[in-house]
């Protein structure tokens, strides 16, 4: 197991932005996706000690989350900003120092940087700055990366390959992706959906590649999802069924909502 949450909380005045969430992520590629307001930002400010939790636990890797050391644990934040003046390459390299593990080079290859490595920060467009702010997170390659939303500003051909790299990278590195926005779900490790502060699911990989069926619409608006014989008797009962389609894991996470 990668991370273990236990009834953690966090409020804000009289907001409830995490209340007693308790998850677990798996080894490798996980989501932590939820709308807007749901607890996503709380979550990876309290693993990076930027705040305290009220009260709760994370574990990761068997440690206490605040135990971990630099080479071990590293983030990309959404809001990140670098100095203005300073190169990518020679941050990725301070970076690379700092972790013990100088594979500049390397990232600058998996991250498609090569264009803009001797541009400075100010010099790059918002995709660019995004794809740089993640990249910088895998120097080094620690244990383990979280990424606040890494596809912001991120156009929908680099946002495929930046995955594609995240699937790939998964076997070294454990990443966990927090975000409001999904892709390539049947491929994780593991899910959490946050709502209102609290989890609405977690699901590990075995689960993730069960989520598929069909959805059948009635036409009185009555919805059945993966339930033959609950289709059978509406059918029975004098129910016209207007639509089957087939469900996605896409399909099946907005249905939660
Ligand atoms: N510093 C703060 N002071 C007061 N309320 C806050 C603060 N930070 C967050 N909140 C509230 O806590 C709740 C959870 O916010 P949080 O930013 O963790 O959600 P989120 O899932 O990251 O949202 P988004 O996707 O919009 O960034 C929201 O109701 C938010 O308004």
Not at 54 to 79: C, N, Q, R, T, V
Request: include cysteine.
């Amino acid at each position: 197991m990668l991370l273990e949450c236990s009834n953690l909380s966090k409020s804000y005045g009289s907001v409830k932005a995490l209340d007693n969430v308790s998850f677990t992520l798996e080894k490798g590629l996980s989501f932590i996706l939820g709308p807007n307001g749901s607890g996503k930002t709380t979550f990876i400010k309290i693993v990076s000690n930027i705040i305290t939790p009220d009260s709760g636990e994370i574990m990761i890797l068997g440690k206490h989350y605040l135990d971990l050391k630099p080479s071990e644990i590293a983030f990309s934040f959404e809001k990140t900003v670098f100095p203005p003046s300073v190169r990518v390459i020679d941050c990725l390299h301070a970076v690379g120092e700092l972790r013990g593990n100088d594979n500049t080079d390397e990232i600058i290859s998996l991250f498609d940087l090569e264009s803009v490595k001797t541009k400075k920060f100010r010099e790059l467009s918002q995709g660019y700055k995004r794809r740089f702010l993640v990249a910088s997170a895998f120097v080094g390659f620690p244990d383990v990366v979280f990424l606040d939303e890494p596809f912001s500003n991120v156009d929908i051909v680099a946002k495929k390959k930046m995955m594609e790299t995240f699937i790939e990278l998964r076997k070294e590195i454990n990443i966990v992706v927090v975000s409001h926005v999904f892709t390539n779900l049947s491929e994780l490790d593991s899910l959490v959906v946050l709502y209102n502060g609290k989890v609405m699911k977690n699901l590990g990989k075995d689960k993730l590649r069960e989520i598929h069926g069909f959805k059948a619409v009635f036409e009185d608006g009555t919805v059945v999802i993966n339930d033959v014989e609950k289709v059978n008797r509406l059918i029975f009962s004098g129910k016209r069924l207007t639509s089957i389609e087939p469900l996605s894991l896409e399909r099946w996470l907005m249905e939660l909502f």
